[in-house]
C-alpha cells in the first residue's frame, strides 16, 4: 500500500517528501480533530477517572481523612524493619574470578 502511494505521488522524489508529509499532517488531523472527540464517549474511562490528585480527603492516611490504627499499607508490612532487605548488601556476594577462567 505505502509503496503505491509513494509511486502515485508525482513531482519526483521532493514531491514525494511534500506530498508524503501532507497525507501524514492530514492523517494526524483527522484522527485529533474527528475520530478521537467521536470515540472519547464511547470509552469506558473519561478524564476525571484517571486523574491522580491530592484532594481525596475520604481515605485513610491522607490529610484531613480519618486515620484508623492498624489499617493501612504500612500496617501489613511483616514485623521488624521497613527496609530489611533477604540479603546482604555490605558487600558483594558473587566469589571471585579464579586465575583459572
Known amino acids: 500500500m505505502y509503496a503505491w502511494i509513494w509511486r ?15 497525507l501524514a499532517a492530514t492523517a ?7 475520530v478521537f472527540p ?3 464517549p464511547l470509552l469506558p474511562f473519561t478524564g476525571e477517572d484517571v486523574q491522580v490528585t491530592q484532594q481525596d ?10 486515620v ?4 493501612g499499607p504500612a ?3 511483616p514485623p521488624g524493619d521497613d527496609h530489611d532487605l533477604p540479603y546482604d ?3 558483594n556476594n558473587t566469589p571471585p574470578p579464579s586465575e583459572d577462567d
Open 68 to 71: 484508623v490504627p492498624g489499617e
Open 57 to 66: 480527603t475520604d481515605l485513610p492516611g491522607t490529610p484531613g481523612g480519618d
Open 75 to 77: 500496617d501489613d508490612a
Open 8 to 22: 502515485k505521488l508525482p513531482f519526483g522524489l521532493p514531491g514525494k517528501l511534500a506530498g508524503s508529509l501532507l
Open 38 to 40: 467521536w470515540a472519547g
Open 28 to 34: 494526524v488531523a483527522l484522527l485529533w480533530y474527528v
Open 89 to 91: 548488601t555490605d558487600r
